[in-house]
Every structure is written in C-alpha cells, then in structure tokens.
C-alpha cells in the first residue's frame, strides 16, 4: 500500500512559479512510476507529467513542455512538479499517482495508475 501527499499548490499570477511536491509513503514507493496529473471542473484529468521507477526518464505534455519539469528525490520519497512560466490555463487540482511498474517505465494512461492523492489546488490568475 502507498500513500501520496501532494503540497505547494495556491494562488499565483501568471508568470510565476510553483513546486509542487509528492510525499509517498510505503515500503515499496521506489518501485513505482509516479506522474501528475490536473483536473478541471467538468473535464476528465488530464496527464501533466511523469517520471520512471529509478528516475530516468520523463515526460512531459505538450501542453507544459519547456515550462514544467518533473523530479524525483529518493532520499525523501518525494516527487516534484517544477511548473515555470504558469498561465490561466494551468489552473486546476493537481494529483500525484503512482503504479507499481519495471525500471524505466513512465505510465501516462490514467487508468493505470492505482495510488492516487488527495489534490491540490492552483489557481492562476492573468
């Protein structure tokens, strides 16, 4: 069993910055892709970002791309979400989830993931 914790999201303009952070807990955190994905009211949740079990390959959506940057750190059981550069449409709930999968796999497919947080909340304002 992992359990997430996401943190860092508010109230931002655009042009600003944020981290978000993916505290997970459970004995078996690192043998997991891990990914963020946002959700708007009325929309399905949409893939933002996801990083492989061991850390070495990530995506990003094209949407993000050059804006937003996904990092996991090991030593705290943590994945980031580096978001640069926030516009309007950025706004949303933001959630970690994670899978259990092989080394090197990044998972983009929200069906597949099995560990979800509770969200937070970033809202920007133009």
């Known amino acids: 069993q992992v359990e997430l914790v996401e943190s860092g999201g508010g109230p931002v303009t655009a042009g600003d910055s944020l981290r978000l952070s993916c505290a997970g807990s459970?004995?078996?955190?690192?043998?997991?892709?891990v990914a963020w994905f946002r959700q708007v009211p009325g929309q399905e949740r949409e893939f933002v970002a996801g990083v492989s079990r061991g850390g070495t390959k990530t995506t990003v959506a094209e949407s993000v791309e050059g804006r937003f940057t996904v990092s996991r750190e090991y030593a705290k059981s943590t994945v980031y979400l580096q978001m640069d550069s926030l516009k309007p449409e950025d706004t949303g709930v933001y959630y970690c989830a994670a899978v259990p999968v092989l080394p090197g796999k990044i998972v983009v497919n929200v069906k597949e993931y099995q560990y979800w947080g509770q969200g937070t909340q970033v809202t920007v304002s133009s």
């Open positions: 459970g004995g078996t955190f690192s043998q997991h892709a």
